[in-house]
């Protein structure tokens, strides 16, 4: 799988900008007003260009042209003003860092700024720099992008956790794009297994057996119709000293997607290997939290499996009993997400954690309300509301709450059983996936559950430039790292 490894990067804050000459392949620039870009590289050739296209300074518009050098440097511009949104500004930052094959030096200035606007785009250009490692694939002609350097005319705006988020994302990136034959869940946990080694995690695996003996029937009901080495993985990062109160992650690792024996049909059925994307997620979040050095015990639990087809795969109207002792009645064996989330939860509260935040791709009815661009958000607590929000914006992954109103809890009522798995109606499908989840909580810990709606978003989204977005893994650092917050 390929690695990340970020492209040096140095600050000459103290160079003339218009003075450049290194033959960089690609220079990236925001600027406020037209005018700006005389005080840029190869500025009469910009400004020119820009009035010959209709080009305004309008916050948002963007433009990219050629130099006139031997080296066909790219040339890319973006306006900008003091009221853009962090969102905002890594879509532009996306759009100004498209470098052609072949670059190996960039360059990224903001001609004309200063203060805390000039800190924030080039916080953004630095961030979509990162985004664009590159990621696992399979085509023997295809030419690898090969930055390895980045000037940055400006102050230094780089810092840990933007490189340890980038790390994170590109981790969670990487292993969700790895077709079902490369990552099953055998391989899947092998992968994690080395990871751990490399990262100084504990690391335990609690295969079908084990769980068969903790009682963990929801989980084993998925799992009844494979035998490629599904189970629960259990990492933990320890600091030095300890001075908050642990946390667990949890991430949904369905290495593939059938739907059971409620068959999905072919075009949904494609791209169903992305559907272990929320553990890849916790996955990248934790490696981000250990790259920083967190004062406090992150457990991370990661439900890998596949839900496939067979002679013994579970049935609707099945009826299973969950590690805690609650029993369900099967109504869709494609809800298989809630299934396995339920016991990994279950299993991930016995340690007492202060907070749990659960990361999964789970119901198409929150890719219905929100779209792509989003994620939906859904906590115990409802004074966080704002919290999340903010983390969203602040980080450019953005999220939106919903409700968890016990009035809905009636539509999963059972005559057989202690709780329905979900309804064949699907309304409000993921407001009943998260208040199915919450009955598996023990000792009361804040809960934050991700419905990650916004994994997948066809051109990119925020800094990131491929369809597979990485989402949560920003959104949970501009949560977690947040200094106000004493959980």
Same mark, same amino acid.
């Given at each position: 799988?390929?690695?990340?490894?970020?492209?040096?990067?140095?600050?000459?804050?103290?160079?003339?900008?218009?003075?450049?000459?290194?033959?960089?392949?690609?220079?990236?620039?925001?600027?406020?007003?037209?005018?700006?870009?005389?005080?840029?590289?190869?500025?009469?050739?910009?400004?020119? #260009?820009?009035?010959?296209?209709?080009?305004?300074?309008?916050?948002?518009?963007?433009?990219?042209?050629?130099?006139?050098?031997?080296?066909?440097?790219?040339?890319?511009?973006?306006?900008?003003?003091?009221?853009?949104?962090?969102?905002?500004?890594?879509?532009?930052?996306?759009?100004?860092?498209?470098?052609?094959?072949?670059?190996?030096?960039?360059?990224?200035?903001?001609?004309?700024?200063?203060?805390?606007?000039?800190?924030?785009?080039?916080?953004?250009?630095?961030?979509?720099?990162?985004?664009?490692?590159?990621?696992?694939?399979?085509?023997?002609?295809?030419?690898?992008?090969?930055?390895?350097?980045?000037?940055?005319?400006?102050?230094?705006?780089?810092?840990?956790?933007?490189?340890?988020?980038?790390?994170?994302?590109?981790?969670?990136?990487?292993?969700?794009?790895?077709?079902?034959?490369?990552?099953?869940?055998?391989?899947?946990?092998?992968?994690?297994?080395?990871?751990?080694?490399?990262?100084?995690?504990?690391?335990?695996?609690?295969?079908?057996?084990?769980?068969?003996?903790?009682?963990?029937?929801?989980?084993?009901?998925?799992?009844?119709?494979?035998?490629?080495?599904? @189970?629960?993985?259990?990492?933990?990062?320890?600091?030095?000293?300890?001075?908050? #109160?642990?946390?667990?992650?949890?991430?949904?690792?369905?290495?593939?997607?059938?739907?059971?024996?409620?068959?999905?049909?072919?075009?949904?059925?494609?791209?169903?290997?992305?559907?272990?994307?929320?553990?890849?997620?916790?996955?990248?979040?934790?490696?981000?939290?250990?790259?920083?050095?967190?004062?406090?015990?992150?457990?991370?639990?990661?439900?890998?499996?596949?839900?496939?087809?067979?002679?013994?795969?579970?049935?609707?109207?099945?009826?299973?009993?969950?590690?805690?002792?609650?029993?369900?009645?099967?109504?869709?064996?494609?809800?298989?997400?809630?299934?396995?989330?339920?016991?990994?939860?279950?299993?991930?509260? #016995?340690?007492?954690?202060?907070?749990?935040?659960?990361?999964?791709?789970?119901?198409?009815?929150?890719?219905?309300?929100?779209?792509?661009?989003?994620?939906?958000?859904?906590?115990?607590?409802?004074?966080?509301?704002?919290?999340?929000?903010?983390?969203?914006?602040?980080?450019?992954?953005?999220?939106?709450?919903?409700?968890?109103?016990?009035?809905?809890?009636?539509?999963?009522?059972?005559?057989?059983?202690?709780?329905?798995?979900?309804?064949?109606?699907?309304?409000?499908?993921?407001?009943?996936?998260?208040?199915?989840?919450? #009955?598996?909580?023990?000792?009361?810990?804040?809960?934050?559950?991700?419905?990650?709606?916004?994994?997948?978003?066809?051109?990119?989204? @925020?800094?990131?430039?491929?369809?597979?977005?990485?989402?949560?893994?920003?959104?949970?650092?501009?949560?977690?790292?947040?200094?106000?917050?004493?959980?």
């Amino acid at each position: 799988m390929t690695a990340f490894t970020a492209p040096r990067v140095r600050y000459l804050k103290t160079v003339p900008l218009k003075r450049v000459t290194t033959p960089y392949g690609h220079i990236a620039m925001m600027v406020r007003r037209l005018e700006d870009l005389s005080q840029a590289p190869f500025g009469d050739v910009l400004v020119r #260009r820009a009035k010959a296209r209709g080009i305004t300074a309008r916050p948002g518009a963007w433009f990219t042209t050629e130099a006139p050098n031997p080296a066909g440097t790219t040339l890319a511009v973006g306006f900008v003003d003091d009221a853009m949104a962090p969102f905002a500004l890594l879509e532009l930052g996306r759009k100004l860092t498209q470098f052609k094959k072949g670059t190996t030096k960039a360059a990224l200035a903001t001609p004309g700024l200063n203060g805390d606007a000039q800190r924030k785009s080039l916080h953004a250009l630095i961030s979509c720099m990162y985004a664009r490692a590159p990621l696992p694939h399979f085509q023997e002609d295809r030419e690898t992008e090969a930055l390895t350097a980045i000037d940055v005319y400006g102050p230094n705006t780089d810092n840990a956790s933007l490189r340890a988020g980038a790390r994170g994302n590109h981790l969670a990136r990487a292993l969700s794009v790895l077709p079902g034959n490369y990552l099953n869940p055998g391989l899947y946990v092998k992968r994690i297994k080395e990871l751990a080694a490399e990262s100084g995690w504990r690391f335990r695996f609690l295969d079908e057996k084990r769980l068969g003996a903790l009682g963990a029937g929801a989980f084993l009901a998925v799992t009844r119709a494979e035998a490629v080495g599904s @189970g629960i993985v259990h990492l933990r990062y320890t600091p030095a000293r300890a001075t908050k #109160r642990p946390i667990a992650l949890v991430g949904k690792g369905i290495c593939f997607d059938t739907g059971g024996v409620s068959l999905k049909p072919a075009r949904h059925m494609y791209g169903m290997h992305e559907d272990m994307g929320g553990s890849a997620v916790a996955l990248g979040t934790l490696l981000a939290l250990t790259e920083l050095k967190v004062p406090y015990i992150v457990d991370c639990y990661l439900a890998i499996a596949e839900n496939t087809i067979g002679p013994r795969s579970y049935r609707p109207n099945d009826v299973v009993r969950a590690a805690n002792g609650t029993t369900i009645e099967i109504v869709h064996t494609d809800a298989e997400g809630r299934m396995v989330l339920a016991d990994t939860l279950s299993l991930a509260c #016995r340690t007492r954690p202060a907070l749990v935040i659960d990361y999964a791709t789970l119901t198409g009815a929150c890719i219905s309300a929100l779209g792509t661009r989003m994620t939906g958000v859904f906590t115990n607590r409802p004074a966080l509301f704002t919290r999340l929000i903010e983390a969203g914006h602040n980080s450019g992954e953005r999220v939106w709450p919903f409700p968890l109103e016990d009035d809905y809890d009636v539509e999963l009522k059972s005559d057989i059983a202690d709780v329905k798995q979900c309804t064949l109606e699907g309304e409000a499908d993921h407001i009943l996936a998260a208040l199915f989840l919450r #009955r598996f909580l023990q000792h009361d810990p804040i809960w934050i559950h991700l419905d990650l709606s916004a994994a997948r978003h066809k051109g990119g989204l @925020g800094t990131i430039p491929t369809d597979t977005t990485g989402f949560g893994v920003q959104f949970s650092l501009a949560l977690l790292l947040d200094s106000a917050w004493k959980w």
